[in-house]
């Protein structure tokens, strides 16, 4: 157990609650518990090295991984060149990756939470290595379409793993920064790979190679970091209940028959949530890929934007994603994750105006808030989904919810582009057909923050939710505990955590 059980604000249970006392509830549930939050700068140093390490490979991993994505979107020109097909038929590629990413997340997800973080994201890791590399030698359109839907595969697998690695043993009143600032490793992910698109993109006679045989270097060292770290104390808590359990039956269990009976647990516990939590990534999904996706085409197409300003304009608002992201996911630990989101929505809905009809360069102050407001949103996601999910399936839950809301929401650019052409303008001197696109956007996103805010307002919170499995009312069921729940506890592990709690509150009083 990290720390002490006081640390931790105990949500109310809705096990047992009708669903007419659960909706009696939504209004009175979403008050900000305004718990008490010290300065950022004393929430991060309240993480130890051990605590920083699983950080820092879950960000940068979560990082590259969107790097990797994103080096097929910057490179279709050059791509449809190489292969002769249309553009079309090169975002089929990034179509692909959307598709197989819930495979993934299936697949790395169950193995995470049965054998581990560790294990699983250094496979996902070789995967992408390998990948990235074979893309960059791809001669064929066939062969880059097989890369691209196994690197699907391996994209999924990695967000589950990387957020259960930074956020398990994450101090309790850490928990929203950190999950912010880790969401917000897929904006810097983009930045990086425009910054390295420029350098690396027809600078040799390789043209758009270098781009992907860089984009395989970095997992190396992301392989060599995780091999260096242990298991997370949660996971390695988790894994000796489940000895115990086993033990504990007649003529014994495995720790593999013990961990199918934790799902079959989850499942008939927890069906509803699991549902609500796709159907809230499908909108969270649509919120990003609905504001982002069409918004290049708004600006070169409808505002005459060169392609300069379009890169700088899509910086700022990346900047943006990201400083709202660490911001709301830090205020979020105080005024509880539902309200976070919710006021995210209401003030990004008002901010559509200037984002979607503002014709000159001041929208990238509009880029800027939108976004922030967007990935603001966001930064609560992470930790929202680790305390909604069941303890024995962290992994798996907040990867495949993740993965299926994204699958739900490819097709916002198509609905976006379909709806368009509704709203034509008048062409171009060259004779080329222009739309008003901002509008499209407009109408969508309004459409969409009221679908997010009112799956919000009706949802669950389990604010500093304790992932200790002692706290696990399944791992209780399963285990046979009679009265509540217990775990069998690395006792040294304990000892060095409450001396640690003792040493900061002194430090404090000084």
Not at 266 to 277: G, M, N
């Amino acid at each position: 157990m990290v720390g002490n059980q006081e640390e931790y604000w105990v949500p109310e249970n809705y096990d047992n609650m009708s669903a007419g006392r659960y909706l009696a509830t939504r209004f009175s549930s979403l008050k900000p518990p305004m718990l008490n939050l010290p300065n950022p700068w004393k929430l991060l140093r309240m993480l130890n090295r051990q605590q920083w390490a699983f950080f820092a490979i879950a960000f940068w991993a979560w990082t590259w991984d969107a790097f990797d994505f994103f080096t097929v979107s910057l490179t279709v020109a050059e791509l449809a060149e190489q292969f002769d097909k249309q553009t079309t038929d090169i975002t089929w590629g990034i179509t692909l990756v959307l598709m197989f990413r819930s495979v993934g997340a299936v697949l790395f997800g169950v193995a995470a939470d049965r054998y581990g973080r560790k294990w699983p994201f250094i496979v996902n890791n070789l995967l992408f290595i390998a990948l990235e590399l074979g893309t960059g030698f791809c001669n064929t359109y066939k062969e880059f379409l097989a890369c691209r839907a196994l690197f699907g595969v391996a994209m999924g697998g990695l967000y589950g793993n990387a957020a259960a690695t930074a956020l398990e043993d994450c101090p309790a009143e850490a928990r929203g920064i950190i999950s912010g600032m880790l969401q917000q490793g897929y904006a810097f992910g983009y930045l990086l790979a425009a910054a390295f698109a420029r350098g690396l993109v027809n600078t040799t006679s390789h043209g758009w190679r270098p781009l992907f045989w860089f984009g395989a270097c970095p997992p190396v060292l992301f392989i060599a970091f995780r091999l260096m770290m242990p298991e997370t104390q949660t996971y390695r808590e988790r894994e000796r209940m489940r000895i115990e359990a086993g033990q504990n039956r007649v003529g014994d269990e495995s720790v593999g028959k013990v961990f199918i009976k934790e799902g079959k647990v989850a499942v008939k516990r927890h069906w509803i949530l699991l549902t609500y939590l796709v159907l809230l990534m499908a909108g969270f999904n649509f919120m990003s890929h609905g504001s982002q996706d069409l918004y290049p085409t708004m600006l070169t197409n409808q505002l005459g934007f060169s392609p300069d300003k379009v890169t700088v304009t899509q910086v700022v608002a990346n900047l943006g994603a990201m400083t709202g992201g660490t911001i709301v996911g830090f205020v979020s630990q105080s005024v509880g994750r539902r309200f976070s989101i919710i006021i995210c929505c209401i003030v990004g809905g008002a901010l559509l105006y200037p984002y979607t009809f503002v014709h000159d360069t001041s929208v990238m102050a509009a880029a800027f808030f939108q976004q922030f407001c967007v990935q603001g949103a966001w930064g609560v996601i992470p930790i929202h989904l680790m305390e909604l999910s069941p303890g024995a399936f962290r992994t798996f839950v907040v990867g495949t919810a993740y993965q299926l809301g994204n699958l739900v929401s490819s097709a916002s650019s198509t609905i976006e582009a379909r709806i368009g052409t509704r709203f034509p303008l008048p062409p171009t001197a060259a004779g080329k057909p222009r739309y008003d696109y901002g509008k499209v956007i407009c109408i969508f996103m309004g459409c969409v923050y009221a679908y997010v805010l009112i799956l919000t307002f009706l949802g669950p919170e389990q604010l500093r939710k304790s992932f200790d499995v002692a706290y696990d009312h399944d791992a209780a069921e399963v285990a046979g505990w009679d009265d509540k729940p217990k775990a069998v506890h690395d006792e040294e592990f304990d000892t060095k955590a409450r001396d640690s709690t003792a040493e900061k509150r002194a430090a404090e009083e000084v």
